[in-house]
């Protein structure tokens, strides 16, 4: 057996030499996290019966609202919290959580046994590690292949170009009446974070120098094609995890999703159930590799049980049969690497037609480059956005959103 394998194995048989004194530990989530949780914890109290986790789980938005209030003030923190990948850097560069590289956690040597790109998540800029990667989001093309063969639409065609994605789309939308995406926004969402130069970030650069602006070529192409997508009436205007959004699936009115392979897992259990053997899945145009999404534990520092809430983490990230677990409840793919090599990678998943998706999706996390977190990524996305609301709804000019966009970051970003 070599170091790193002792070292993991000493690490996770740890606890049963613990104190057998009785212990709730509180972990913090949110969905579907919290499903992966819940399906390992029969496991886990096998192995610490004297310790009871006592999930507390909200809404996304409202959990890590709840989490940063806690932060602030100290007051209501669990012993461990989990994180999404859309605040990582955000509580990254913020103070409140241990540095897991510290002692008692010692956590570098595992680094090396994560997909890369999620260390530079979880890392701030003054080298503070704050939390272990559990799972990840491979960038990922989903589309309904009973709409693409009604309009007769192959979806290689999608995947090669944006310009041949919104052709395509037009077919469909005149063959079937289905709408080609959600959002126009969407399309703006995977251009801005694919194809990245060495040293870029999405909204800054590794020197901390805003990329946003009219002079970007990434940015103006991705407002320009999402504003063609608004133009041709090819989006169905409506917004990720609404009602509307749900009853698209399971009426097949919106043919194609970008999302995290993730999504095929809330398609399956709770979403779109009826919809089985009607998706697919592809890389996302243009080679594109990205990460979609991903989860975060971290500790507390005004933590209760830290020796307990370290324990946990390593039993729900070190622990292959945790990442499996967890993968075949809810679709979390596995940020271990080891997990990633497991048998069920080779299966074929029912509910994507019998496709061998998983390996699909193992190649795009291989290739999916690290990216620079900044601690202002949230304000620029918020304002991003908003600015390509105004190019969408209002009609505003596209270099001129870009312009406003920078000045509005660089006024907020000191």
């Not at 949110?30 to 789980?57: C, E, R």
């Not at 998706?279 to 500790?299: D, H």
């Not at 998706?357 to 480059?369: G, S, V, Y």
């Amino acid at each position: 057996m070599n170091r790193t394998a002792l070292t993991i194995a000493a690490a996770l048989l740890l606890g049963s030499a613990q104190a057998q004194d009785k212990v709730t530990l509180t972990v913090a989530a949110f969905p579907s996290l919290d499903s992966a949780i819940k399906a390992i914890i029969p496991a886990w109290n096998k192995l610490h019966p004297n310790v009871t986790i006592k999930l507390q789980a909200q809404e996304y938005a409202d959990h890590h609202n709840a989490m940063t209030t806690a932060l602030a003030t100290g007051q209501g923190l669990p012993d461990v919290m989990a994180i999404e990948i859309g605040y990582v850097s955000k509580f990254a560069e913020g103070q409140g959580l241990d540095d897991l590289n510290k002692a008692p956690y010692n956590a570098t040597p595992y680094k090396k046994l994560f997909t890369p790109f999620t260390i530079g998540q979880a890392t701030s800029a003054d080298k503070r590690f704050i939390a272990m990667p559990t799972d990840i989001g491979p960038g990922t093309f989903f589309y309904r292949k009973d709409v693409l063969d009604k309009a007769g639409v192959n979806p290689a065609s999608m995947t090669g170009s944006w310009e041949g994605f919104i052709a395509a789309g037009k077919t469909i939308k005149a063959k079937t009446g289905a709408y080609l995406i959600n959002t126009a926004a969407s399309v703006n969402n995977v251009i801005i974070r694919t194809n990245l130069k060495k040293g870029e970030g999405i909204y800054f650069d590794d020197k901390n120098a805003l990329l946003v602006g009219p002079d970007n070529a990434r940015f103006v192409r991705a407002f320009t094609l999402s504003k063609q997508v608004r133009d041709a009436g090819l989006d169905a205007k409506i917004g990720e995890w609404s009602n509307e959004w749900y009853d698209a699936f399971k009426k097949g009115t919106v043919a194609t999703q970008f999302s995290g392979a993730w999504l095929q897992g809330a398609l399956q259990n709770w979403m779109a159930p009826d919809t089985k053997g009607l998706w697919r899945v592809q890389n996302l145009p243009e080679k594109g590799f990205a990460s979609w999404g991903g989860s975060f534990y971290a500790v507390p520092s005004k933590a209760n049980n830290k020796q307990w809430a370290w324990e946990f983490i390593k039993f729900m990230t070190l622990n292959q049969t945790s990442q499996i677990t967890a993968f075949k409840d809810n679709g979390a793919f596995p940020a271990l690497l080891t997990a990633q090599k497991d048998k069920a990678f080779s299966e074929a998943v029912p509910f994507l037609g019998g496709q061998k998706a998983r390996i699909l999706w193992r190649d795009a996390a291989a290739k999916t480059q690290p990216i620079d977190v900044n601690k202002y990524d949230s304000v620029a996305e918020q304002i991003v956005q908003t600015e390509l609301t105004n190019v969408l709804e209002q009609g505003k000019d596209v270099k001129q959103a870009l312009t406003d966009a920078r000045a509005q970051i660089l006024r907020r970003a000191r």
